[in-house]
Nanobody, 125 residues
Framework: QVQLAESGGGSVQAGGSLRLSCDAS????????YGWFRQAPGKEREGVAA????????MYADSVEGRFTISQDKATNTIYLQMNSLEPEDTATYYC??????????????????WGQGTQVTVSS
């Protein structure tokens, strides 16, 4: 199966940008749907963005639409999350997840079986 490792988190002021990376290794052919999720203290894990590597189709949460962009680099098996116009409400631990593509809500964390360790994003006002 695939293994995932996130990087790129950090602290930034409101209005700033960060780019998260998710490096996939191992049997990358076993997964073709990748998602970024986040979890703030005391809150449930929520889907942020997802991408189907077969076609490049994407899905975004309403809260990040137009500010965040998910993309893939097939040559390096890396999934990126470019985050612009960051807000304090974006503060959370961000996780990369992988699975096989399915019909339905790609932003539902219950559908993903493989997870990275997470990277912290802190946005100050």
């Amino acid at each position: 199966q695939v293994q995932l490792a996130e990087s790129g988190g950090g602290s930034v002021q409101a209005g700033g940008s960060l780019r998260l990376s998710c490096d996939a290794s191992g049997d990358t052919s076993s997964s073709n749907l990748y998602g970024w999720f986040r979890q703030a203290p005391g809150k449930e894990r929520e889907g942020v963005a997802a991408i189907y590597t077969g076609t490049g189709s994407t899905m975004y949460a309403d809260s990040v639409e137009g500010r965040f962009t998910i993309s893939q680099d097939k040559a390096t098996n890396t999934i990126y999350l470019q985050m612009n116009s960051l807000e304090p409400e974006d503060t959370a631990t961000y996780y990369c997840a992988a699975d096989r593509v399915f019909g339905g809500d790609w932003l539902n964390p219950a559908h993903f079986g493989i997870w990275g360790q997470g990277t912290q994003v802190t946005v100050s006002s």
